[in-house]
């Protein structure tokens, strides 16, 4: 059983488009997150949602919004797709605490042609 | 700013040898701090928690200075199968995950 799920693995696109990236998981955690890894391999927070709560937004672009239909989900939709969207997108969750570990999906190759 | 700071290598080191890496963190207010390792096309994986005192786990061995906002990663005995990115992280209240960018090591046979 996959701990952190997230869909699809690969996926190609034309600027302009709006696209969404599905993340479940199924560990119970109250806190889920999504990352970017950009071409440098730095991975960036982008948000944080616990308990359906945004509790982190970093300065992402407004194109980009993440929804939470209940605890196991949280779902990235990206709207207008631009070339510099192009990366790795890992969706990820952990339990509330200290020294809590991060369990990480598969990610997600995003690339804007 | 809240950074976390690594020297991105690469590490070529022979097998069998002993390899250590560091990184330092801007964020007085961490309170949470990690070693993950990330192999190519993969997503990153807890290697290992920082504990203050230190902590060791088989061949590896993580240390702590919150004075000087440091943490080391030491591998022992390096085996081909250690090559790979480690990103040490740390974690601040309700924050999330800061990670730095990552040292990428290769162990040559």
């Known amino acids: 059983d996959t701990a952190v799920s997230q869909t699809p693995k690969y996926l190609v696109t034309q600027m302009g488009n709006d696209k969404s990236i599905k993340c479940e998981q199924n560990l119970g955690h109250d806190t889920m997150y999504w990352y970017k890894q950009d071409s440098k391999k730095f991975l960036k927070i982008m948000f944080s949602?616990?308990?359906?709560?945004?509790?982190i937004n970093e300065t992402v672009p407004n194109r980009f919004s993440p929804k939470s239909p209940d605890k196991a989900h949280l779902n990235l939709h990206i709207n207008s797709l631009e070339l510099g969207d192009s990366a790795v997108y890992f969706c990820?969750?952990?339990?509330?605490?200290?020294?809590?570990?991060?369990?990480f999906g598969q990610g997600t190759r995003l690339t804007v042609v | 700013r809240k950074e976390v700071e690594q020297d991105p290598g690469p590490f070529n080191v022979p097998e069998g040898a002993t390899v250590a890496f560091n990184c330092t963190y801007s964020?007085?207010?961490?309170?949470?701090f990690f070693w993950y390792r990330q192999d190519c096309r993969k997503e990153p994986k807890l290697l290992m928690s920082v504990y203050s005192s230190g902590n060791e786990d088989g061949r590896f061995t993580a240390q702590l200075n919150r004075a000087s906002q440091y943490i080391s990663l030491l591998i022992r005995d390096s085996k081909l199968s250690d090559s790979a990115t480690y990103l040490c992280?740390?974690?601040?209240?309700?924050?999330?995950?800061?990670f730095g960018k990552g040292t990428h090591l290769i162990i040559q046979p």
């Open positions: 992280v740390v974690k601040a209240g309700a924050d999330g995950l800061t």
């Open positions: 949602y616990n308990n359906k709560e945004l509790i």
């Open positions: 964020n007085s207010a961490s309170q949470s």
């Open positions: 990820a969750s952990s339990q509330e605490g200290m020294n809590t570990e991060a369990f």
